[in-house]
């Protein structure tokens, strides 16, 4: 009986020492409040990081840490002979987040897949402007609505995409945060109670994580969906704590006030490696920076002075005293982690000498030209000015005068689109989705001079064989065609491509399984922490 | 009292127009367009450009676009902010108490300390203790705000570890607000713990929110209590054998408070001015931070919405103050 009741005693303390332990938590010190928790209507990286990643699916997924397309809310997909028509196999089960506000009385199924894009496309439907003054600019941006004909319900589990014409880069579409899956019957509830708006700011998803609770500008919370598909994640609490100033990001981190932070100061970086409780993992952006030449401006429309000047330009300096290593340089439009990346292009020389004897034969001298600046930094160009400045000296030693210009952000990239701007244009890029479409058409298609064509150039070469890339669905020859895009584009010399930029992550030691992604997105499905 | 009330009412009026048209017309100079900042790096079409302009009513001749606005603000609508589509004014009751609490610790220190240290340098006038005081003032006053920030964060929280980096309550506490006035809510939860954690977080921001106001009331009441310690009155007393304590405490000090009062309400525009790099530094959740965001977002309804509540905030406690001096200061009302 003593037995009994020390065996018993001994049972009801180890019960009570389990329930006691430590939920498992995470703090993420994000750089930027959410707009909101829709990722249809919303543009920004964190607005990402707290939506689409944390709570919500797609039918594909990029591969953690990469860029190729997996298996998402859709099991498994299909394209017809033609192209012309993707056919997507749904999970079988998948479970929307039950919360407070909502308990779903059914699985995943097409409708949710149907509204989740109608609500972006049909300006009929009810939830096309369910917020004020809102709009749906990734669904825009990527032009979805010009290739999208119809999304077919085949059966409860089967959607069907119907393209206008054959789209190789639209399954990689399908994996960006403005396709997250989202709740129709939740939708529809909302609805019958009026208050529409309750969809941003209280969301339902089906991803890794549930929404908790938003103290506006503070902090996120969430808990770990436990009928996630895929397995309930390691850790049961991930936080965003919402740290706008990337200094006190890093005192925050060492001070062990939050586990991970996104971009650091490349002031701090080396304080953040020497911290022995600390790691800094470090990658390559999927990113460009680059300068423009408005190819329709004599004498920028003579593709040997675009390459005089181009050769003139010391690369390497600007990378070491810009990017202050934390840039690769750029011979390409495309990374080199990205596939069809043309590695047989030689490297751009600098050589002032041959740039000089270049412009003489195409007959400039004394050559005054404009020099845009950006104002802003970013990861593909951290000091547009400093860039601007490098690069007015070079020119100079060539007798090639440079005047810098800079506007406001908005403005600056406003007055670059117009057709009749003076002189080249520092800009930049960051992929989307990790096609090489992405970059070669978004920047410099005939159809994008305007939008964010900012040469001007319009190659009808380069345009034949990147429009066939688009609507090729075999990967082999999609890679054949970019590659002889980039010897075109090398040939041509539209812009002077500058650096990819590397991309740092610092974390705590105790922080298990990250993985950083080329996309720039924060991923915590999947992360654990040691106790 | 009740005509001088009603005179400084009426001014308001027309303060509130001119503040309006400032508010409106600041974020119609600052370059850049909102609808562009939005698209991101897509950028937008033309033709879609064109629809959102009409959408958000950037078409319509500037007047309109004025007197649409203040049209809703006589409404209580103070528009909603095309980054959130969240109405502002929920947005800034929900932040506001933040500020406040902040703004109001931020006073307190410097009243507290300010006051008497400058009692002190005036009584001792030449000592070092003067100097030495008016000496920090002076630093205090010029110390530019982002850089004492994040000085106090590397020494007190980096190297010494004493006060948290940032925000306002330690993570591990997850108390949804009531009022909004953390140190409030925890007492009305009856968590002392977070009562705590609140206090702690609290200190530093106060601490570089108040350093110029500390500065300022520290220096005006050096001066006015020099000044009042030379008028006759108060040598009369001196001179009837009362003891110093009581002619300061007595005599001097009552007077001398007269324009430190007003400082102090005028400090109340420049500690707005201050949480905005305070708030941002810190993480701290409140307008400042939430105004400079909106900024760099081009939030044209945020901006100017937010700039006329501040201002309107900021002018009723010049009222309340300007009441308070009346009270204090009798000669005023007779005025």
């Given amino acids: 009986m003593k037995l009994m009741t020390t065996l018993l005693a001994a049972t009801a303390m180890l019960a009570l020492a389990a329930g006691a332990a430590q939920a498992k938590q995470l703090v993420f010190c994000s750089e930027a409040s959410p707009a909101h928790f829709d990722p249809g209507p919303t543009t920004g990286g964190n607005d990402f990081d707290a939506s689409s990643r944390t709570i919500y699916n797609r039918l594909v997924e990029f591969e953690k840490g990469g860029t190729a397309i997996e298996p998402g809310l859709a099991e498994s997909w299909s394209t017809s002979e033609d192209g012309k028509e993707i056919t997507f196999k749904l999970r079988a089960g998948a479970k929307f987040h039950t919360t407070p506000y909502f308990t779903p009385t059914r699985d995943l199924n097409a409708d949710d897949v149907i509204f989740s894009f109608e609500r972006q496309w049909k300006e009929d439907n009810p939830w096309f402007a369910y917020l004020e003054g809102m709009t749906w600019d990734y669904f825009q941006g990527m032009d979805m609505p010009k290739y999208i004909k119809e999304i077919v319900k085949v059966d409860d589990l089967t959607v069907k995409f119907v393209l206008n014409e054959p789209n190789a880069p639209m399954v990689a579409n399908l994996a960006m945060d403005f396709a997250s899956i989202v709740s129709k019957e939740y939708a529809d509830q909302l609805a019958a109670s009026g208050d529409l708006a309750a969809f941003s700011t209280q969301p339902i998803g089906t991803g890794p994580f549930v929404f908790s609770d938003y103290q506006l500008d503070t902090v996120i919370r969430y808990q770990a969906f436990p009928d996630y598909w895929a397995g309930k994640q390691p850790i049961d609490d991930l936080i965003f704590a919402i740290t706008t100033d990337p200094s006190v990001r890093a005192q925050r981190l060492l001070a062990g006030e939050c586990d991970i932070m996104p971009y650091p100061s490349p002031a701090d970086i080396a304080q953040l490696q020497a911290d022995e409780n600390l790691t800094v993992l470090e990658q390559e952006g999927l990113n460009i920076g680059y300068m423009s030449y408005n190819t329709t401006e004599p004498p920028f429309d003579n593709a040997n002075v675009r390459k005089a000047l181009s050769m003139a330009v010391d690369k390497a300096a600007i990378i070491e005293a810009v990017y202050q290593g934390a840039g690769q340089d750029a011979k390409n439009l495309i990374p080199p982690t990205m596939w069809s990346y043309n590695n047989n292009i030689p490297a751009d020389t600098y050589d002032p000498e041959a740039a000089k004897k270049l412009l003489e034969e195409a007959g400039v001298t004394d050559l005054t030209t404009d020099l845009w600046a950006m104002p802003v930094s970013r990861p593909y160009n951290p000091n547009a000015q400093r860039v601007a400045e490098l690069i007015q000296a070079d020119w100079a030693a060539i007798g090639v005068t440079a005047n810098i210009v800079s506007y406001e952000w908005t403005e600056y990239r406003e007055r670059g689109k117009q057709a009749d701007r003076k002189g080249p244009f520092q800009i930049g890029w960051t992929g989307d989705n990790g096609d090489p479409d992405n970059f070669f058409a978004t920047l410099f298609s005939c159809s994008a001079i305007g939008v964010s064509n900012y040469s001007s150039w319009c190659n009808q070469e380069f345009e034949d064989l990147i429009q066939q890339a688009k609507t090729t669905a075999d990967q082999a020859e999609r890679t054949a065609l970019y590659e002889k895009a980039q010897e075109v584009f090398k040939a041509e010399e539209p812009a002077l491509t500058l650096a990819h930029s590397k991309v740092f992550m610092p974390m705590n030691k105790r922080v298990i399984g990250y993985k950083m992604d080329p996309l720039g997105i924060h991923r915590f499905d999947g992360v654990d922490v040691t106790e | ?335």
């Fill in chain 2, 1 to 335: 009292m009740l005509n001088y009330i009603l005179r400084r009412l009426a001014l308001i009026v027309p303060t509130i127009i001119g503040i309006s048209i400032c508010a409106f017309a600041f974020v119609r100079v600052l370059p850049g367009d909102p609808i562009l900042a939005m698209a991101g790096q897509h950028g937008v079409t033309p033709e879609r450009y064109e629809i959102l302009r009409e959408q958000f009513g950037y078409n319509l001749p500037i007047w309109q676009q004025y007197f649409n606005y203040l049209g809703g603000v006589l409404q209580g609508n103070f528009g909603v902010s095309l980054a959130t589509k969240r109405p502002v004014i929920t947005e800034f009751m929900t932040l506001f108490p933040a500020t406040i609490e902040l703004a109001l610790v931020a006073m307190f220190l410097a009243v507290i300390i300010g006051i008497p240290a400058g009692i002190f340098a005036a009584v001792k006038r030449g000592s070092w203790f003067d100097q030495l005081t008016m000496g920090v003032a002076l630093t205090g006053y010029s110390m530019p705000i982002f850089w004492w920030g994040l000085l106090l964060i590397i020494f007190f929280s980096g190297y010494l570890g004493w006060t948290p980096v940032s925000g306002r309550i330690a993570l591990s506490f997850f108390l949804r607000p009531i009022t909004g006035f953390m140190l409030v809510d925890t007492l009305l939860y009856g968590n002392w713990p977070a009562f705590v954690s609140a206090l702690r977080h609290l200190i530093l921001p106060a601490v570089v929110l108040g350093t110029i106001p500390l500065a300022v009331i520290a220096r005006q009441t050096r001066s006015a209590m020099l000044e009042i310690l030379g008028e006759d009155y108060v040598r009369t007393a001196r001179a009837k054998g009362m003891s110093p304590r009581r002619v300061i405490n007595v005599h001097a000090l009552r007077n001398a408070l007269i324009p430190v009062v007003t400082t102090i309400g005028l400090q109340v525009g420049l500690l707005m001015g201050g949480a905005i790099l305070t708030e941002t530094i810190f993480s701290w959740p409140g307008i400042g931070k939430w105004m400079i965001d909106s900024i760099s977002k081009r939030d044209y309804v945020v901006v100017q919405s937010g700039l006329l509540l501040i201002a309107l905030i900021v002018m009723a406690v010049n009222l309340l103050v300007d009441l308070l001096y009346a009270v204090i200061n009798p000669r005023i009302r007779v005025q």
